[in-house]
């Protein structure tokens, strides 16, 4: 069997890659990074190292790389034939991707390949395979869109696996973490005939997407945002300060609370907290401390209305919850000053040129809660504080 997958990155090859091997199945990595894709062509393989006490290597081979930039025709006639289709390339990037594999889907139909295949897009956000199928159709033919919904699935997916940044001599080595989750739902698949091993099936996603979400997301955020607020620029340095780490377990201990109300017939308080505990282990994990400037990324992004710190607020508000740790996290969000981040210079110009609760509005969407546009303006200037003495 063969795979295209879309972003031959740290987690593309790192995590993606790595388990459709062990899977048996050959890839076809796609992206516009024209050393990586040289190296897969020229070499057909490439080792990953566990970033653990022993330092496992993993050898994945039968790979190789198409230039979607150069060699659009290329993706196109290796989505008429494959068995599966994956993406790990960023949100922003679905859409830019969405016409070109709208062309192959539209081939492939077109070559009487009626063999039914999954698309799974393995990002940080909910509903990233629906979001994706979403672009792909707006670049169908009406005519052609009865046949992809016959014969084509975009079932959403939950993945977690870090993988630090890294600068290795090697263009194609990756080190990541020992620990890797994917789950993918099973409702909304097409060949179910595919199953991989060391993946998870599950009826309803959204439990899990949202545990992820609320859970790694929230909390490794948490540590950027206030290591960041203490001029730590390690995530490892950073959750060493009692501070640091006494606030991502309030952070973790607030979410937790959503995820059992919410989904008590799922998760137990147990298993919620032994899943907290473990996530906190990998953030102290020593061999995979990353830089809090990459974890703080996209502040603005992170702030969005749907996204790891403001949905679980809105959420808990909305149940009687306690929401002040989140709260306190979103007032340092605020400041995150990164001059190499384009949404972080673009946040503190807004900051500069526009009213607070103007710039909150914007970056949150709450528009309809004035109330928790006042919350997050006191704990904006809250943070101008010592934390410390908080």
């Known amino acids: 069997m063969r795979a295209v997958h ?11 890659g790595e388990t459709l091997a062990d ?31 022993g330092k496992k290597r993993i050898h994945v081979s039968d790979v190789d790389g198409i230039n979607n930039a150069k060699n659009p025709e290329k993706v196109i006639e290796q989505i008429k034939t494959t068995d599966m289709i994956t993406t790990a390339i960023g949100p922003k990037i679905l859409a830019i991707i969405a016409p070109l594999i709208a062309q192959g889907l539209t081939e492939r139909i077109k070559s009487g390949n009626t063999k039914p295949l999954d698309v799974i897009a ?12 979403e672009e792909v159709y707006k670049h169908l033919d009406d005519d052609i869109k009865p046949e992809v919904d016959k014969y084509i699935g975009f079932p959403n997916a939950a993945v977690d696996r870090i993988v630090p940044i890294q600068h290795n001599d090697d263009p194609l080595f990756v080190s990541v973490e020992d620990f890797k989750e994917w ?13 991989l091993k060391g993946v998870d099936y599950a009826p309803d996603l959204e439990p899990y997407i949202e545990r992820k979400l609320f859970s790694v997301n929230t909390g490794h ?10 001029d730590y620029s390690t995530i490892g340095d950073a959750i060493e300060d009692p501070f640091v780490l006494k606030q991502v377990k309030r952070v973790l201990s607030e979410t937790r609370s959503l995820l059992h109300n919410k989904w008590n017939k799922e998760f137990t308080e147990e298993s ?12 102290q994990n020593p061999y995979i401390s990353d830089d809090i400037a990459r974890v703080g990324r996209t502040p603005i992004r992170k702030l969005g209305y749907n996204e790891r710190f403001i949905r679980p607020i809105r ?19 605020y400041h995150f000053d990164e001059p190499n981040d384009k949404e972080s210079v673009k946040l503190m110009q807004m900051l500069k040129d526009e009213d607070l609760k103007d710039v909150i ?30």
């Open 23 to 53: 899977n048996g199945f050959g890839i076809d990595f796609v992206d516009v990074n024209e050393t990586i894709i040289d190296e897969l062509n020229k070499r057909g393989e490439y080792d990953i190292e566990l970033a653990a006490p």
């Open 122 to 133: 393995c990002e940080n956000m909910i509903g990233g395979s629906e979001h994706l199928k």
């Open 272 to 283: 919620l907290e032994e899943y907290h505990n473990k996530i906190l282990s990998r953030f």
């Open 315 to 333: 959420e808990l508000k909305e149940r009687g919850l306690s929401y002040d740790a989140l709260m306190e996290t979103v007032g340092r969000i």
């Open 361 to 390: 509005v914007e970056t949150t969407g709450l528009k309809d809660d004035p109330e928790l546009v006042d919350e997050i303006a006191l704990s904006y200037k809250n943070a101008d504080k010592d934390v410390k003495k908080a």
């Open 6 to 16: 879309f972003g031959a990155g740290n987690i593309g090859r790192g995590f993606i």
């Open 221 to 230: 955020a948490t540590v950027a945002y206030t290591g960041k607020s203490l």
């Open 183 to 195: 789950v993918i739902d099973e409702s909304q698949m097409k060949n179910k005939d595919i199953k």
